[in-house]
Each structure stands twice: as C-alpha cells, then as structure tokens.
C-alpha cells in the first residue's frame, strides 16, 4: 500500500489548510465506501473532523482499518448512547477553579490556554469540554497568579489540551514570563498531539524558546501508534532531548488502534530510537462517542500481560486509569481495580 503524498510546509501554514471535510478525507485515501462516508457526516455534526495533512500522509491509501484513520474519521457508532459513557467523565467541572483553571493534583497545576487543536482525537475525554467559557483573558493573569500564590506546595504547571502548541510563540513566551516570575514554579509540562501531528512546529524559535527558560520543560508527546513516527518526526523529537528538554510519550489504549501488544512494543521501540521515553499507556476514558475503542478488562490485561514479557522494564508504559476526584492516577497492573 501507498501513501498520500504531502509537500512539507511551516507549521502555521498547516494549521490553516487542516482537513475539515469527511469527504475530501476519504477521496485522498482512494476512500469512497458510503456507509463510513455517511456515518462520518453525521457524526462530524457533533464533534467536527479535523486532521492536518501531514498526519494523513502517514495513513495507508486504501484501507479503511488504517490506525491513524481510525482515530479521526468520524463513526456513526459515536451518536448511539450509553449509560457509562459521559460528557465529563473525569469530572472536570469539579475541578475548574477559574478560567483555564484545572487543580486536580497537589503540586501540579492544569493550564488550558486554547480550546484548539491540530487534529480532532474521536476518543478524547475533553471533547465535550466547553472552551469557549473557560479560556483565560489577558486580565485572568492575576488571579490565576493570586490562586499560585495561595498554593505555595504547587512547584509544576502543565499546559494542557486543547493544544498548548497551536499557540503561537509569542503567546507561549508570554505564559513562560508570568509562570518564571513565580520563584515556587519550577517545572513546566507541555501535553502536545503537535509533534506528531505537525512536527514542523518543533522548529528552532521554539526549541530556542524552551531550552532558555530558567524553568525545567518537560514535552509529553502523545502518540499512540508507530506510524505516527515517521523518520523526519524522529528526527525533530530526538533534536529536543539533544536540547536538554526531557520528552516522554503518552498513549490511550484503543480497540482496533492499537490493541496488540506487538504494536505497543513497536511504538516503544520507535520511541526509543527517537530518544522519547514510554510513560503512560492510559486506558480509555468513559467519554461519551468514544465507546466504539472501549476494551474488556480481560483484553487490557492480556495485552499488558504480553508487553510487560515483551520489552525490558525501561520501554513498557505504566498502565493507568484516570479516575475522576482521586489525587494521581490509579495504577491497573497487579491491582484489583477492573
Ligand atoms: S486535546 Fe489532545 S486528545 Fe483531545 S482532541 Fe486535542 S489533541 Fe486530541
């Protein structure tokens, strides 16, 4: 099988020309089945598609199981309704203290800057997450450092999704001023699909951006299949740790995705060889349309089981479940949690 050909353009310029259309999606991979074009309509209704061309270009022409397409072509299964699977299943509301405000754990602090993101993930937990209310103003700084302030056992903040790297540098450069300003910060985290999206936004003016903040930057890349890791996008990841900026990888375990333990064990491989290190493998989030990836119990089990004999203990991810008012997140192996 062959792949959609793509001419490398600067990140921004891929931001603007995302696929938006199930349609012109489908015709790029040679695509016409009517049933997958019809229930991708109608799903697109309620949680658009959105994926940048550089990502398709990682999918196989011609096949309608393509793991990455998967993960971004709206199904028809998403609209129907079931009791476990709910609009925030994390319970983020609770934990919402201001806008762009997430206070979930002790010492790290959840910022969500923008409601963007490159690429629309059919599983995600926030996708239901209403934005629009919640983003920071210019003038939220100062309560949002008041709130920092009261908290002084808070030394981590992490710039969640929607997707801190769809911002442009200079507003990046503006949070990285108000959070160094701070002596009790010490640590930024960067959750980003970005990377492995558009790898081209890890370009120089940002690698040059974060390796000269006096605060240490953690990027958590989230990539959950090795096609996703093409050699270029290798390349530009490897290039960061290079920088002294520690990159980790999490991924969600997902039914017809990435459901073997041989494609996990690949993914860390290819991790490796781009110098990322395996961190999290979540089980999937109860959010409502995304019950179509939801695994049996015994099927994660049997999967970790495998990984856990497959790779040396520095590669395997640590399995875990995000649950909604607990402090961490609850580790799943050799527990009775299921
Ligand atoms: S927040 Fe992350 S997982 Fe959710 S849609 Fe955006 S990139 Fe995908």
């Known amino acids: 099988m062959t792949n959609f050909i793509y001419q490398e353009q600067k990140w921004q310029s ?4 995302l696929i938006t259309s199930p349609t012109e999606l489908l015709e790029l991979l040679n695509l016409s089945e009517q049933d997958l074009l019809s229930g991708a309509l109608l799903a697109s209704e309620q949680f658009k598609l959105r994926v940048p061309r550089a990502f398709v270009s ?27 699977f709910i609009t925030d299943p994390l319970g983020e509301e609770q934990a919402n203290q201001l806008p762009g405000v997430l206070h979930k754990y002790q010492s790290r602090f959840l910022l969500t800057l923008t409601g963007a993101c490159a690429i629309h993930c059919r599983y995600c937990f926030r996708r239901h997450f209403p934005y629009q209310e919640n983003l920071p103003k210019n003038d939220d ?20 999704g929607g997707d801190p790297l769809t911002l442009s540098n200079r507003k990046l ?7 160094e300003s701070l002596n009790q910060i010490q640590i930024l985290r960067i959750h980003s699909r970005v990377p492995v999206t558009i790898s081209e936004r890890l370009d120089e003016a940002l690698v040059s951006l974060l390796k000269n903040s006096r605060l240490r930057i953690i990027l958590v890349v989230h990539s959950n299949h090795p096609a996703e890791l093409d050699d270029l996008t290798c390349r530009r990841l490897a290039n960061l740790v290079q920088q002294d900026i520690l990159v980790l990888n999490q991924s969600v375990l997902l039914k017809g995705v990435n459901d073997s333990a041989e494609i996990l064990a690949e993914l860390s491989h290819r991790l490796f060889q781009a110098r990322v290190m395996p961190y999290y493998l979540h089980v999937l989030d109860k959010v409502k349309g995304a019950q179509h990836f939801d695994l049996e119990a015994n099927k994660i089990d049997q999967i970790y089981t495998e990984v856990l004999a497959t790779l040396p203990g520095y590669l395997v991810p640590k399995l875990v479940r995000e649950i909604a008012g607990e402090q961490n997140k609850t580790p799943l ?3 009775t949690i299921f």
């Open 14 to 17: 891929q931001m603007s020309d």
């Open 58 to 84: 990682k999918m196989q022409i011609g096949n309608p199981l393509d793991p990455l397409l998967l993960q971004v072509l709206p199904h028809h299964l998403e609209l129907e309704e079931h009791i476990e």
């Open 141 to 160: 700084w100062l309560n949002i450092r008041d709130y920092l302030l009261s908290k002084p056992h808070i030394n981590e903040v992490i710039l969640s």
């Open 173 to 179: 450069a503006l949070w990285l001023e108000r959070l």
């Open 333 to 335: 192996y050799g527990v």
